[in-house]
T-cell receptor, first 116, second 112 residues
């Protein structure tokens, strides 16, 4: 089955700096890669996702890149703010079949701390 | 549009007991998945229901079972609770197609 590795496990940056979190996946059939932000005691929230037919996607200060050949994808956060502090999870999925989505396989998470 | 709601929010059970967790999917979503999140770990897939049928299962024993109802709400049942079952149980719903998953806030289960 799919295996997702995520690095680093913790990341501390100064406010205004950039943060990069990297993930690798094992199953070349995976074609959907979402990123979730989870604040302490709260639900995982989808912040950005990318499908295998594109190499990069951007939404304001957040961007995700995908290298299908190397089977890795990365989350980039620019101009970090204290409210970006949370645990970030990457995930991989084979997308969907008919009317149903395939399961998500998650990485172990990265605790991002943005220091004021 | 309502989000994914789960109940109860917290639960304490004794080893060997049985528990039922409930999830109401987001309006219009026909697929519900359940995940177990141990402390400091990423969510692990338990199983998924699509139109009331189980259509995917992770590496969890048969004492983890579920149901999906005609209104697409769902239950997760765990029998013969073990201490290692202590975790946050997350429900996620989706519409399929090119839509992603929306997660509920979870049920924190503690087994003592």
């Amino acid at each position: 089955g799919e295996n997702v590795e995520q690095h680093p496990s913790t990341l501390s940056v100064q406010e205004g700096d950039s943060a990069v979190i990297k993930c690798t996946y094992s199953d070349s059939a995976s074609n959907y890669f979402p990123w979730y932000k989870q604040e302490l005691g709260k639900r995982p929230q989808l912040i950005i996702d990318i499908r295998s037919n594109v190499g990069e996607k951007k939404d304001q200060r957040i961007a995700v890149t995908l290298n299908k050949t190397a089977k890795h994808f990365s989350l980039h956060i620019t101009e970090t703010q204290p409210e970006d502090s949370a645990v970030y999870f990457c995930a991989a999925s084979m997308g969907n079949s008919g009317g149903s989505n395939y399961k998500l396989t998650f990485g172990k998470g990265t605790l991002l701390t943005v220091n004021p | 549009e309502t989000g994914v709601t789960q109940s109860p929010t917290h639960l304490i059970k004794t080893r060997g007991q049985q528990v039922t967790l409930r999830c109401s999917s987001q309006s219009g979503h026909n697929t519900v998945s359940w995940y177990q999140q141990a402390l400091g770990q990423g969510p692990q897939f338990i199983f998924q229901y699509y139109r009331e049928e189980e259509n995917g299962r992770g590496n969890f024993p048969p004492r983890f079972s579920g149901l999906q109802f005609p209104n697409y709400s769902s239950e997760l049942n765990v029998n013969a609770l073990e201490l290692d079952d202590s975790a946050l149980y997350l429900c996620a719903s989706s519409l399929g197609g090119r839509q992603g998953y929306t997660f509920g806030s979870g049920t924190r289960l503690t087994v003592v």
